[in-house]
């Protein structure tokens, strides 16, 4: 069954320090992969998403996120965190067993920028 | 702008008082779902639709019902509600294709006493 891991409940990181957040999955075949974030008060925004290609992927408000197929993992990345990056971060995995497409999603990681 | 609306964001009802949770999509998609997200869990789907009179149960289906009469419009029904209901609800939209996104609504807080 495909999963997805957010071995982080939470991130703590001072404002203009690199972020990162991590998740690691288990699919069968290929993965497709997406970060979404939920700001206080606020619906899931997507972020970025891996489909193929370049394992570098980059998405909104400066977020990036990195494939590692031999690692499974697709942690999100940010050079330079704000303040109003403080949210809740969600990395989903695409499931297309029983014929239809869903999102199966990690536990989420807060994170917590300070200034 | 396309969105998702859901209604309504706050609600409070008692144990056993049958509700709805409305759910709208300007953006033409065929696949709608709903989750509710509790700590520690994350997402979990409770319900999906593929289409107009298309519709399964997701992984945590129990106490909820749904309908697609129309391709916007996608409700979910809790006909008891029950305290373990206590969630925040999610509707979500997907244009039908592998590498597509979901496009979330704000969110609905129910509180079941």
């Known amino acids: 069954a495909q999963s997805v891991a957010q071995p982080e409940d939470q991130v703590n990181v001072a404002e203009g320090n690199p972020l990162t957040v991590k998740c690691t999955y288990s699919?069968?075949?290929?993965?497709?992969l997406f970060w979404y974030v939920q700001y206080p008060n606020r619906g899931l925004q997507f972020l970025l998403k891996y489909i193929t290609g370049d394992n570098l992927v980059k998405g909104s408000y400066g977020f990036e996120a990195e494939f590692n197929k031999s690692q499974t993992s697709f942690h999100l990345k940010k050079p330079s965190a704000l303040v109003s990056d403080s949210a809740l971060y969600f990395c989903a995995v695409r499931d297309f067993s029983g014929g239809y497409n869903k999102l199966i999603f990690g536990a989420g990681t807060r994170l917590a920028v300070h200034p | 702008e396309a969105q998702v609306t859901q209604n309504p964001r706050y609600l409070i009802t008692v144990t056993g008082k049958k509700l709805t949770v409305t759910c709208s999509q300007n953006?033409?998609?065929?696949?709608m779902s709903w989750y509710r997200q509790d700590p520690g869990l994350g997402l979990r789907q409770i319900y999906y639709s593929m289409n107009v009179e298309v519709t399964d149960k997701g992984d945590v289906p129990e106490g909820y019902k749904v309908s697609r009469k129309e391709k916007r419009n996608f409700p979910l029904i809790l006909e008891s509600p029950s305290p373990n209901q206590t969630s925040l609800y999610f509707c979500?939209?997907?244009?039908?294709?592998?590498?597509?996104?979901?496009?979330f609504g704000q969110g609905t807080r129910l509180t079941v006493v």
């Open positions: 699919v069968s075949g290929n993965p497709y």
């Open positions: 953006m033409n998609h065929e696949y």
């Open positions: 979500a939209s997907t244009r039908t294709g592998e590498n597509t996104e979901a496009f």
